[in-house]
Structures are given as structure tokens and as C-alpha cells.
DNA sequence: CAAACATAATGAACAGTGTTCAAAAAATCA
DNA sequence: TGATTTTTTGAACACTGTTCATTATGTTTG
């Protein structure tokens, strides 16, 4: 039936229309400080509104988090074109650390904020596949880094996840303002050189 | 004047008891979930009394992150006893994970929530003392640890910040939740696990 | 076409938050 | 004791996320 596609249709344009005000009124004025109010102005409805295509504020964020992981995500998938597999942590480091400092809102909500996690396991029982993915792209390059020899006597688990969370730590400190408050030094060449400096430590033989 | 003596000594009790229920009720509940009225009736006073002490919850909370820094600042201080420094950095680093992993709302507080920083950009002009002077207890090890000949090629700051971050990012992504849905690993574990794989390439001459 | 029905949009209302401040209570002083 | 100062109070305000009876709009049917 026609009328009822339409419908469909129509609704997810409206659903979109509602994540792509939040987008938008998050990367603006922050996170927390975007109601459900803000967003139903934005888009010229009322608060009733947002609630009969989102049933809670986790909702939308954990659709805008997805949005960001397929974002990155697709970054990520450009680079396995790059065969050396070190090269290629390299530059998935580079290009994860890219993505948090260009886009700290988001970042944040992909790896700091609670509200998606809350949201996972209220609806989908433990399956944070998004992260799941991400993570998987780094343990493959590991794993082909150590098959060439890179990492010697380490296991791939916890070595991937150390790597993950050692460019993660930086990303999230400066996020979080902790970087040129504890330091005294300028954040972005710190991030800049403290990246590289990592990295030579990991591609040590 | 002996009144006036008390008086003030009263006033910084009822501070003390203030912060005492507020750190309290953090550790239980957590820190988003405790608000000024359940800390009013912990201590049974009304919520103007509160504000008589406090001016906000962001003071509250800076207050608390100072005794925070407090307890993680000793400990550090108890270490410099070990004179190998790369003996040190190691230690460091497990007491860092340790208490982040035994106290993760006070770590949060620490590290990760925006709260202190606010208060202090907003109330002592730009200067973080207590991450500063962890800061340095690291950065003395890692100098000691190039004057022995570690980390060849890389320069002090970035080096050490490149190391904090390594070590905060995992205990961020075990606070925040991602460690578990992202590897699918037994967080704790794998935290240590992943400790040591970090240390193991600090440590490479 | 008009009446019956189904769907979508609304915004006042609720419970909760941090915060304020005139008023009440308690303590101190003369 | 009475006046004065200090401390405590909690109702009230502006904000938040959320709900749901009511209204408006669209669709189907006799």
C-alpha cells in the first residue's frame, strides 16, 4: 500500500530531522547543555513531539554515538588499503586522534559519557557492536604486526587494548581539560609530539 | 578572643561534615546521582546551610578532587623511596591504576568530570596545582629514567605526557565502560595485563 | 461528500534538579 | 534582660527530562 510507505517514510524523515537537530545544537553549544526543549525549537515542534519518535534522551544519543562510529568507522576501512601493517596502526592512531580533536562532542559521547553504554544494556542485553568493530580493526593490524615480527612476547588482547587506551588517554585528557592545566605546555603539539613519541616506542622491533 | 576562635573552628566542622557526607554519598551512588538535598539530610541540616559553606556544587566537588589528590599525592610521595627510577615509574603507575581501579568515582572526579575545572577557571585563575604536582612526581622519574638511558630520542614532556595518558586511558575506558563491551575480555584482567605489555615497551632500552 | 475512524502533534503538568533569599531561630553581647 | 549579630531555615524560582489526556490532522468508508 502506498499511503503506509509514505508514512514509514515520512516518519523516519522526521526521526532524522530530530537526531540531526541534536547533532547539530551538541557540536554547537555541548552536550549537556542541549535539552530536549532546545532540540524540539530547533526543529519547530513541540516537546511531545521528540518523545513519540524517541522514547528518552539516551535514545538519541546512542543514535547520534552510532553516527559517529560509522563516521569513523569508514575512515578506518580506507586505511586497510595500506598493506604495512605498521604504517597502518600508525595511521589509524593518527586519524583516531584526528577524529577526537576535531570532533571532541562527539568523541566524548563515543567513549566517555555514559548515556549510550546505559542505553545498550537497557535495550540490546550487551551487544555494543559499534565498539566491538572499531577495536576489531585495531586488533587485525595488530595482529599482522606481530606476525612480522613487531611486539615480541606480548599477547594480542591486552596489547591492543593498551595501545587503544594509550592514545584514547591522551584524546580523553585533553577533551576533559587536563592537558595544558597539568602540564603548562600548549595541548595540540604536546598531542602532536606525544603521539609520535608513542608510536616509536610501539614500532620498536 | 576566645568565641571567635571556636566560631571559626565550628564553621570549619560543619565544612568538613559537609564534604565528609558528600564524599560519602559519591562513593555509594555516585557522583551524578548525589544531589545538595540528600547531602543536607545526610548531615540533617537544610539545604541552606549547605549553601552558607559551599557557594556550589562545583566547590563541593573541587574540594573533594583536592583530598582525592590528597591521598594519590602521598602515596606517590611514598615511592620516591625506590631509587631505581624505572623501578619507580613502574610502581607509579600500578599505584595510579590501583587507586583508580579502587576508587573509580574519586578517579572520575579526578580525571575525567568537567565540575573541578570549571571551578577552577572560574575561581583561581587557571591554576591546577594538584594535577601539576602529580604531574611532576612523573616527570622527575621519567627524567631520572633518561639520565639511565631509557627512552632514547624522546623528549621529556611529551614523553611524559605520552605515558600519563597511556596509563589514565585505560583506567578512563574501565570506568567509563568500554573495556568489557569493546574486547569482550574480562576487564580486570585484562587492565593488568595490558599494565605490564605497557611497561614492558617503556622499558626497552 | 460527510461521517467515522486512525494517526500525529501538542503543551500543560509532574517530579526532580541547583540555587536564592527573606524570614525565623539561636547565640552573643551590653 | 534586651539589643544585636550570626546561623539556619525552607518555600520559591528557573531549569531539567518525561508523561499523557486533549487537540488537530489525515485517511477510510458508507
New interface residues.
Given amino acids: 500500500m502506498g499511503t503506509a510507505e509514505r508514512k514509514a517514510k515520512e516518519k523516519e524523515e522526521l526521526k532524522a530531522l530530530i537526531l540531526g537537530a541534536a547533532k547539530k545544537l551538541f557540536a554547537e553549544k555541548g552536550i549537556e547543555e542541549t535539552t530536549i526543549r532546545s532540540i524540539a525549537k530547533e526543529i519547530e515542534y513541540s516537546v511531545g513531539t521528540v518523545y513519540v519518535y524517541y522514547k528518552d534522551k539516551t535514545e538519541i544519543l546512542h543514535d547520534l554515538h552510532q553516527q559517529g562510529f560509522a563516521q569513523l568507522g569508514g575512515e578506518f576501512r580506507a586505511l586497510f588499503h595500506v598493506s604495512d601493517p605498521m604504517e597502518r596502526l600508525k595511521a589509524l592512531g593518527r586519524i583516531y586522534m584526528k577524529f577526537a580533536l576535531e570532533n571532541t562532542q562527539m568523541y566524548d559521547l563515543m ?4 548515556a549510550p ?1 546505559d542505553f ?1 544494556k537497557a535495550n540490546e542485553e ?1 551487544h ?1 557492536k559499534e ?2 568493530a ?2 576489531d580493526a585495531l586488533r587485525k593490524t595488530v595482529q599482522e604486526c606481530m606476525d612480522q615480527g613487531y611486539f615480541n ?3 594480542l ?6 595501545i ?10 585533553y577533551i ?4 595544558k ?5 600548549e595541548p595540540d603539539p ?1 598531542m602532536n ?6 608510536m ?3 614500532s ?1 622491533k
Fill in positions: 567513549f566517555n559519557m555514559k553504554m545498550i550487551h555494543w565498539g566491538n572499531t577495536f612476547g606480548h599477547q588482547e591486552p596489547l591492543s587494548f593498551a587503544w587506551g594509550s592514545v584514547h588517554g591522551m584524546c580523553s585528557l576533559r581539560d587536563r592537558v592545566a597539568a602540564t603548562g605546555q604536546l609530539k606525544a603521539f609520535e613519541d608513542l616509536l616506542m610501539f620498536k
